[in-house]
Nanobody, 123 residues
Framework: QVQLVESGGGSVQAGGSLRLSCAAS???????MGWFRQAPGKEREGVAA????????YYADSVKGRFTISRDSAKNTVYLQMNSLKPEDTAMYYC?????????????????WGQGTQVTVSS
């Protein structure tokens, strides 16, 4: 069983940057590693994912060009670099592992989740 621990959240002003980290331990096999976010009163949505086999990356339209997902296999850690942050990026951000495949943005395809890290962007 995999355990995921996120870190790196915080409060920034619009236009600022943050880097989230997700450290995986235990049985770390996955097809995708993804980042999701959930704002108050909204559904949890996929933000970005990395296909661990080939290193391909995927992004939600709302973050393309601003966010970058990457992975350090030796450290079993996935990162989400977030630049040009906007108030609408404010949410709890969750790291997740997917061992089933399928569409990267589908929550149900992920079998393990971290506890989340809060990102708050002020205008």
């Amino acid at each position: 069983q995999v355990q995921l621990v996120e870190s790196g959240g915080g409060s920034v002003q619009a236009g600022g940057s943050l880097r989230l980290s997700c450290a995986a331990s235990g049985y770390t096999y996955s097809v995708y590693m993804g980042w999701f976010r959930q704002a108050p009163g909204k559904e949890r949505e996929g933000v970005a994912a990395i296909y661990t086999v080939a290193g391909s990356t995927y992004y939600a339209d709302s973050v393309k060009g601003r966010f970058t997902i990457s992975r350090d296999s030796a450290k079993n850690t996935v990162y989400l670099q977030m630049n040009s942050l906007k108030p609408e990026d404010t949410a709890m951000y969750y790291c997740a592992a997917n061992k089933y495949g399928g569409d990267w943005y589908v929550r149900g395809n992920y079998h393990a989740w971290g506890q989340g890290t809060q990102v708050t962007v002020s205008s």
